[in-house]
């Protein structure tokens, strides 16, 4: 089966680095699934899951934004945050869901607050779907 070197990046470091037969990521403008040799393409990411195929196993990695760089045989995903299931503190997203829900409840007035407590609430989210609770 033909592969894709797929690398996910953050400011911190490197998260992921492997061989996959798909790489499905989640663009501004909808899911983008990415097969080996995939015209070269730059599209800016939003909060979402990273869905690496390997065979019957599907990894995923949890992604807050950033850039997808595909080029036929490696793609680079420069993400702002990302982590793997098990670096995910299950505790901490479910805190982080919570508060952003209470501001989202009193923060109507203020737009700017509502967009950020909106945006964390979509890490929150994500981040708890992506760990499987
Ligand atoms: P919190 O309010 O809990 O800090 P956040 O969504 O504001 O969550 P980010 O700004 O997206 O956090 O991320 C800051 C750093 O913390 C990143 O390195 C990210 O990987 C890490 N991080 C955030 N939440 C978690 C979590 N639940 N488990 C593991 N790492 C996390």
């Known amino acids: 089966m033909e ?10 470091g490197k998260v992921y680095d492997g061989d996959v037969e798909m790489v499905s990521v989640r663009t ?7 097969l080996p040799r995939h015209i070269p393409l730059v599209a800016p990411l ?6 690496l195929k390997k065979g019957s196993v599907v990894e995923k990695v949890a992604v807050s934004g950033g850039f997808v760089e595909v080029r036929p045989d490696q ?3 420069l993400a702002e945050s990302a982590e793997l299931p098990s ?15 209470k ?3 009193t923060a109507k007035q203020d737009e700017v607050d509502f ?3 909106e945006l964390a609430l979509k890490r929150a989210v994500n981040r708890l779907e992506v760990s499987g609770k």
Do not use: C, F, H, M
């Open 103 to 105: 501001r989202i409840n």
């Open 87 to 101: 670096g995910i503190d299950v505790e901490r997203a479910q805190k982080a869901k919570e508060r952003a829900e």
């Open 46 to 51: 939003t909060v979402g899951a990273v869905r």
């Open 75 to 77: 793609v680079t995903i």
């Open 28 to 34: 501004v403008e909808g899911e983008l699934g990415i």
């Open 3 to 12: 592969t894709v070197r797929v690398n996910v990046v953050t400011p911190d």
């Open 115 to 117: 967009k950020r407590a």
